[in-house]
């Protein structure tokens, strides 16, 4: 979850984030109005608008948060792992985590708390998932430097596959009311993908 500072000094702009992500888990399938944010940070709408200009960019900040977290993650495991699979591994693992710790993000991060939002927010959030699918399609290509020899499929394929793997299980995610965790069926799954990467 989004972490509050530690400062005796209140960070309402933090605080307003942390309110909304706390909503899009709470209130699943409804659509979150600065009126009911305000009420939840405990501030007036003025108050809210002092931090943010409008709504669209209180979810950039969540949106941001999202980019920050996911891809400095990614570059530790890149950094941490040599071999092409488990870095795979690591990273398909700890999106799966992320959404399952972070319900209300997951929202942003399927869409789900989108609809009727500002449009350029599904722009970002097709452009973090770019990024993402580059990454692995980057990590597959560099198979022949780490583990000698590479795929027999195009890793821009295998990479959108993973990507898909991903996204479904978030989706399950969202529309269970968050009841089907992302990581469930992970250790019995990445298995499974995994000789058939093997194989490829």
Do not use: C
Request: glycine content about 4%; hydrophobic content about 40%.
């Amino acid at each position: 979850m989004l972490a509050k500072t530690t400062k005796k000094k209140v960070n309402r702009k933090e605080d307003i984030l942390h309110a909304l992500a706390k909503m899009l888990e709470s209130q699943p399938g409804q659509r979150i109005t600065t009126a009911k944010l305000a009420a939840e940070v405990g501030v007036s709408e003025a108050a809210l608008y002092r931090h943010f200009p409008s709504k669209a960019r209180m979810f950039e900040g969540l949106i941001d948060y999202i980019e920050s977290t996911i891809f400095t993650q990614i570059n530790l495991i890149k950094e941490q792992q040599k071999q092409t699979f488990v870095r795979i591994e690591h990273i398909l693992y700890f999106l799966l985590g992320f959404a399952e710790q972070n319900p209300g993000i997951t929202r942003i991060l399927t869409g789900d708390a989108l609809l009727g939002e500002n449009e350029r927010l599904q722009t970002r959030i097709e452009h973090v998932f770019s990024k993402l699918e580059s990454q692995l399609k980057l990590i597959l290509r560099e198979k022949a430097i780490f583990d000698g020899g590479k795929l027999s499929i195009d890793e821009a394929i295998v990479a959108n596959l993973l990507l898909a793997y991903v996204e479904g299980r978030m989706s399950q995610f969202v529309r269970s009311q968050f009841k089907q965790k992302p990581t469930q069926y992970f250790n019995t799954q990445w298995p499974f993908l995994y000789r058939q990467l093997q194989q490829s």
